[in-house]
């Protein structure tokens, strides 16, 4: 069941940070917010999550908007190798994690 | 390394036949899952299991039956009543409500 809301596609210049919108008007209170990637035929790889707080790690950051209906993901200074579809995600756990069709982002050159 | 180990990476199946997917992790994990994907599509939950000998069916376990008999390994047969095999099968597994953590699949095509 589609919860989240994602572009189809981005692009980002190499170097510059990349900024990943999604969102989940919604979600619940106990519902937390995860970001994957996929690199083309490779398993999805996880990033980061939160519930509430801004989170970050070696990878990205994860900025959640006050009411939590929306969040975006911050990848600081893009590479060709973060070149996948990103997935946003709400979930409780378990076997709710449910992948859409996530974002597509292209970083150029 | 810990990690998840898919085996095959591809694989081939005639009509008719059953064919088993391989799904080891060495990451302590109770809980194991299985995934479709179809091409350009997200991620389909076949089957799921949180503990040893116990397993769920996801939303499209039709035509798929799994076995959980070591906390380490959770096989996925495809069997000949799935009439539309050809996938991307992800496994993954995590501690239940924490991060899934996934292997790189096997893609099954039909000879």
């Known amino acids: 069941d589609a919860k989240t809301t994602q572009p189809t596609s981005m692009d980002c210049a190499e170097g510059r940070a990349a900024n990943l919108p999604c969102n989940h008007s919604?979600?619940?209170?106990?519902?937390?917010v995860y970001w994957y990637r996929q690199i083309h035929s490779q398993g999805p790889q996880y990033i980061i999550h939160g519930l509430k707080n801004n989170e970050t790690n070696e990878m990205a950051s994860l900025i959640i908007t006050e009411d939590r209906k929306s969040s975006t993901l911050i990848l600081p200074h893009a590479t060709l190798r973060d070149t996948a579809v990103y997935y946003c995600?709400?979930?409780?756990?378990?076997?709710?994690?449910?992948f859409g069709t996530g974002t597509s982002l292209t970083v150029i050159p | 390394d810990g990690g998840i180990t898919q085996s095959p990476k591809y694989l081939f199946r005639k009509e008719g036949q059953n064919v088993t997917l391989s799904c080891e992790q060495n990451?302590?994990?109770?809980?194991m899952y299985w995934y479709r994907q179809d091409p350009g599509q997200g991620l389909r939950l076949i089957y799921y299991?949180?503990?040893?000998?116990?397993?769920q069916k996801g939303d499209i376990a039709e035509g798929y039956s799994v076995s959980r008999e070591k906390k380490e390994s959770f096989p996925l047969t495809v069997t000949s009543a799935q009439k539309n095999p050809t996938a991307f099968y992800l496994c993954?597994?995590?501690?239940?409500?924490?991060?899934?953590?996934f292997g790189d699949g096997t893609r099954l095509s039909i000879l």
């Open positions: 299991s949180q503990i040893v000998n116990d397993f």
């Open positions: 990451l302590n994990h109770d809980a």
């Open positions: 995600i709400v979930t409780t756990g378990g076997n709710q994690f449910y």
């Open positions: 919604t979600i619940s209170g106990n519902e937390y």
């Open positions: 993954a597994s995590s501690f239940w409500d924490q991060p899934q953590h």
